[in-house]
């Protein structure tokens, strides 16, 4: 362990020289004395790994255990602290140190929050976590984790990145969890508890130099328990098939991270290498070595499982990907609420228009999914969805008719076109409100609208699947 512990300290000189004002000459002698005094160590005392014939260095030499809750109450009613630097997450709070014993992690799918990139930590008390292979892992009282969020604020650059919001989830002392966020100070000193959720207008530069305005939703600590509940036993990212990735400590090495935490004996019980091996693991959305089908599903799991499941939300089916295909109900699913669409699916294959998964992804209205923590839609997400369901085998399917001007209030009469995408569709429109059937009357020339009015249409072609109905609301004046 002597190579180890010399790694460790000269991690934490080099840190040193980061944040104090030492000339550059002496930091590098320092920094090459340091080398020197660590080469001479290693090359005299082989280490554990060498003498058991294992070549492969492990992300986590040893295991170092903080204070459990760190500075947090053991419960939700509890004083929180009022500052990110009173919790005890980092001893370096500006430049983001973690504190004593918090272990660096990452995710195979992380969740969709408008944008934002995250730093995740994980402090575990000197406690075993209940591992699974499947499912969800149950992590000891005590257990803190630490997310920040950064936001890339220059389409240009994308290293330009805003800093709003720390985010902590104690498993408590009752066996459930709770939350807390702290929002950041423009100058990174520290960041102060949030009582009640708030938005804020954060300006972007895009890639053209104009700015525009994304809104930040900050969480309540009541909305973070609308998803780290019992039902999900509090902890949603860190479990095996999130896990199983390669990740580069801060030590440089760079391991799989259930080799890294079974190896400082974090897990009960313990995993073999064999295992390790075989474990499934989520698809990330740009691995070109899996399936889209395994990309797309690996998606839903990261961004609705947490609901989505047995003894979740009212639905029906399971977005989990360690549910078979087969039996998750999202291949020509039923659902519950149709939004206004004909047959529709929770994934009506080959049907982007019928599948109702799509459709509130593809959305920030009131039926947008997730319902919270969202103000944009995932263009690359939706894109992934989009691709799955139009490779699964099914008939061509028409695009809704386009109106235009779209519906709204008008002081006098006011022509509509309508036009579909497919060449040779037949357009049929009703104007009270009734569904149009292939009988009804059939678009030729512009609707000239002189009194309010529900428009209507829908396109058909033979050989394709009918269009779903599109509808505008005219209030024309006279």
Known sequence: MLCSHADVAISHWNHRA????KPLVMRNWQSLLACLVVGIACAGVPSARAAAGDPRPYGLPERVAPQPYLKMPHRADGKMPLLLSQTGAFSDTRNLIPGRGLIPYDLVVAFWSDGASKLRWAAVPDEK????????WIFPKGTVFVKTFELPTDAAIPGIKRRLETRLLVCDDAGGV????????????????????RTEEIPIKTATGETRSQTWYYPSRADCLACHNSKTSGVLGPKARQMNRMFTYPSGVTDNQLRAWNHVGLFAPAVTEPELASLPTLAAAADASRTLQDRARSYLDANCAQCHRPGGTVAYFDARYDTPLEKQELIDGPILIDQGIDRP????????W???????????DDIKMPPIARETVDQKGVQLLHDWINSLPGRAVLDPPTMSPGGGSFAGPVDITLSATEPGADIRFTLDGSTPGPSDTRYEIPIKLTNPSVLRARAYKDGFTRSITVQEVFIVGK
């Open 354 to 364: 019928r599948s109702i998964v799509f459709m509130r992804v593809n959305s920030v």
């Open 345 to 352: 699916r929770v994934i009506s294959p080959h049907d982007i």
């Open 129 to 136: 976590i209940k591992y699974s292979a499947t499912g969800e």
């Open 178 to 197: 709770y939350g807390a966020v702290y929002r950041w100070r423009a100058d990174h000193s520290d960041a102060d508890l949030l009582t009640a959720s």
């Open 18 to 21: 980061q944040v104090e004002s």
